[in-house]
């Protein structure tokens, strides 16, 4: 109950669970609860065709520095449409056939990083 209390306490001040301080034992009873605060947050960042393939953006550093302000965590770009056309070229969800796509089209998929 006490380990619930500090959740609980977390909660109420917006604190995710993953950032509290926890002993081995607590974790393995926190593992059991499945609280989806306590899963670490990757943010993916879909931007433009031309944008992913010149790997300019003019909000990605704005979009870094929030999330480095907010708790951290990985951030990654890609772009929906690009990635759309590599598979469209690969013909296949093989993943050397989309990443030899991907090369021919100029920049790598994301999509393995992604999954």
């Not at 974790?27 to 670490?40: G, H, Q, S, V």
């Not at 990654?76 to 090369?103: C, G, L, T, W």
């Amino acid at each position: 109950m006490e380990i619930l209390n500090k959740v609980k306490a977390m909660f109420e001040t917006k604190t995710p669970v993953r950032d509290g301080t926890w002993n081995p034992k607590e974790i393995d009873f926190l593992n059991t609860c499945l609280f989806m605060t306590a899963k670490p947050v990757v943010y993916i960042i879909n931007i433009g065709y031309e944008e992913y393939k010149t790997k300019k953006n003019k909000y990605l550093p704005k979009i870094a520095a929030w999330i480095k302000e907010n708790g951290g965590g990985p951030m990654i770009p890609y772009s929906a449409e690009f990635e759309k056309e590599v598979m469209a070229n690969a013909q296949s969800i093989d993943h050397e056939k989309r990443d030899a796509a991907a090369k021919e089209l100029g920049c790598p998929s994301m999509i393995s990083k992604v999954v």
